[in-house]
């Protein structure tokens, strides 16, 4: 058995190692040509050898490598290509012919300058390394990596939107609590106001029967004895008799108006909060705006009138107290609007299967830039401590809830319009004959 | 600043080394740009690592930046980054005459190939000044479009204190420049000084 000279050795190695080794001169002539790029080209090394590369191999980017080639020669220094940048040199099949996953073997390559005994290089060679493997991986590591980004950004939404329902939440929460409270005051009040209301009745009675008294008293009057009359005649001009019979009358009749009106606020009240009621139920919209108007009278009384131009409409499926707290909303906000004095119009109808209200202001109107924000929660132009900046966002979400829609029509200086669509059926409230 | 590793003479001795090397450099890579390429100066620097990112944004100034890094091996071991300013990159396609524009693949393919350029030919033209023999990894994309001050984490940096040589390439008839910074690790610098007194000594 004879030893290999180290001559021997290197040339094996080259020849069997499983990287592709292959040399060219400087008119691309191929000199070497190792078993790798035989078994991958299809093109052996004695078809290979001494010919033109791009002379076998056209598809080659030639330009590219011829320039990479020279500046190896001009530099005496090393070059390289990554699958990176670029997926190969040659196009080869990879090992996957099963498994597949790229559509060519993918290649870093290294080009070094092989040089004579004076140093100048009469030779490049090029080593073309399979990465294919790597390859993959590193691209599905990539793809799960932008997965998971997509991911975290998705996370990211539902977390601010879940902050957005919490505060909704804790809004309509504040505002059922106002409203509870509001309810039990006026269960309070009602009490009270009953006995007023029935003693009131009583004392008309008994006055009207006085009243009988007192004339039959007078039919009498000139019977009395002198000596008696003139002192009952100096009370009854003290007092003003006449004037107080009529006044009497009139101030229990006054009383019981105001006690009426009293009647009528606390029933608002209870109407306008609805206590404890969260199912949709058929309700008439005009009556719902009536009470809300009546609740939030007092607040707008001085800036705007109130026009109402209701249409036919027919009842709705819908939780009244929600729309309530809609509509307080936008009347609150159209009075707000308006600077000195103005008018709001309350206006319903039908159009289609919908029905509709809408609440226009003669106020200032809202600038464009504004107007794209209005619906996004905490978004206010109010002083601090006056909005909370969730009124429009939480009627949006209402809305949204009642199957419905909110749009706004906006002109600086003339004014501004909120209008609501909804649908005849609540659309979470499915009964089950549906 | 310290370089109190290297005497006067040594460290007068590497700067003139270093331009030797650069100056050959710049003719090798003139050859193949096709274009007069200016070199400055080389800075030479003993730094900490921690200082090492300021004093890169001391010299680049406060533009994004691309930058690219290669390891070099053999009797010299460090790393060298060819830092570019962005506007730059863009024309390296031209430079390197590419007739279209390039998409962003071939654009990082240039940046790695005019690195290897630069570098090869740098640090090169050193070995050879000092009989050195060394090798290249191949070159990899650093990072692209980022402010200086965050290409370097040198928190991960084991060495005490580096090299840090600069050397600014710009072409004479283009706006196209770029910075050259090679950094060496302690134990490297002591290979280099006792290199550069062998060569002292055999002038």
Redesign the interface.
Known sequence: MTELTHGELGGFIADRVEIGVFAVDVEFKVTLWNRFMATHSRHSAADVLGRNLFEVFPELPRSWLERKVRHVQALRNYAFTSWTQRPYLFRFDHNRPITGGVDAMRQNCTFLPVKNEAGEVVQVCVTVQDVTDNAIAHEELAASMAEIEREKAEQRKLIGELAQAQNQLLQSEKLASIGQLAAGVAHEINNPIGFVNSNLGTLASYVDELMVVLDAYTGAHDQIPESLRSAIDAQIKGVDLDYLREDLVNLVTESRDGLDRVKKIVQDLKDFSRMGESEAAWADLHHCLDTTLNVVANEIKYKAEVVKQYGELPEIECVASQLNQVFMNLVVNAAQAIAEQGTITVSTGTEGEQVFVSVRDTGAGIPPEVLKRIFDPFYTTKPVGTGTGLGLSVSYSIIERHGGRIVVNSKLGEGTEFKIWLPLHYPAAKTDDS | MTTALFSEDQRDALQELTNIGMGQAGA??A??LGEFVQLSVPRILVLKPSLIPPALERIVGPEKVTAVRQGFHGDLRGEAVVVYGVAHCRELADL??YDEVPDE??E??LL??VS??LI??CL?GLAEQISAEM??S???LMATEVEVGSLLDVSRMDSPCALFVEVNFSLEKRSFACHLIMLLPEDQILVLRDAIDRFLASL
Request: proline share 5%.
């Open positions: 090798s890579v050859a193949v390197m005459g693949a071939t990082h393919e790695l190939d290897n350029v090869g030919a090169g090798g290249f191949a070159p990899s």
